[in-house]
């Protein structure tokens, strides 16, 4: 079955760019959707951003204007980059893949699934 | 964005009991809602999904139930495995947002 294993810096600088990898093993990139989520220490889940199997992504408006996510598909690899850091950026990343079931009236069925065991990145000087 | 609400934050009970959180979106998502359950120090996982589809190699004991903007995520003779957090989230558009949480503490 697929697994995912995130790698990247655990510490940052702030205003530097984190820039984190996940990799696919078990099943083929290209077949699937895949996103980011992150977990702040002690706090809940926040979705960051998808990208499809067509290249497209959509991201959090949160943050829409500092991520980006990719794929390599000759690594089995997707990517997240997040600029211009700050302290409350400081969280667990989690990479996931989007499982994705019926579309009734254009609206597909998605959940996270399965996830990565996620990378705890630190923002501090 | 929809936002989630989860309640009640915590709660605790015994080995063996009923257990029922509910989760509240601030606008009609039809059924697609999410539960996930995560254990201090991993990764969440997947339990329920359309809201009340038991994810494969799920235990029965888990159920899921709702429509519209009110959803319950119920555990039938709760196991010490069971003691987590869960999450509900939103599937129904983008972002997709998470509820904050039901943690499941020991008596």
């Known amino acids: 079955q697929v697994q995912l294993q995130e790698s990247g810096p655990g510490l940052v600088k702030p205003s530097e760019t984190l820039s984190l990898t996940c990799t696919v093993f078990?099943?083929?990139?290209?077949?699937?959707?895949w996103s980011w989520i992150r977990q702040p220490p002690g706090k809940g889940l926040d979705w960051i951003g998808n990208?499809?199997?067509?290249?497209?992504?959509k991201y959090n408006p949160s943050l829409k204007s500092r991520v980006t996510i990719s794929v390599d598909t000759s690594k089995n690899q997707f990517s997240l980059k997040l600029t211009s850091l700050t302290a409350a950026d400081t969280a667990v990343y989690y990479c996931?893949?989007?499982?994705?079931?019926?579309?009734?009236?254009?609206?597909?069925?998605?959940?996270?699934?399965?996830w990565g065991q996620g990378t705890l990145v630190t923002v501090s000087s | 964005d929809i936002q989630m609400t989860q309640s009640p934050s915590s709660l605790s009970a015994s080995a063996g009991d009923r257990v029922t959180m509910t989760c509240r979106s601030s606008q009609t998502i039809s059924n697609y809602l999410n539960w996930y359950q995560q254990r201090p120090g991993t990764a969440p996982k997947l339990l329920i999904y359309a809201a009340s589809s038991l994810q494969s190699g799920v235990p029965s004991r888990f159920s899921g139930s709702g429509s519209g903007t009110d959803f319950t995520l119920t555990i039938t003779s709760l196991q010490p495995e069971d003691f987590a957090t869960y999450y509900c989230?939103?599937?129904?558009?983008?972002?997709?947002?998470f509820g904050q949480g039901t943690k499941v503490e020991i008596k």
């Open positions: 078990g099943g083929s990139i290209s077949r699937y959707y």
């Open positions: 989230q939103q599937s129904y558009s983008t972002p997709h947002t």
């Open positions: 990208i499809y199997n067509s290249g497209s992504t």
């Open positions: 996931a893949r989007v499982s994705v079931g019926q579309c009734p009236n254009g609206v597909c069925y998605t959940a996270f699934d399965p």
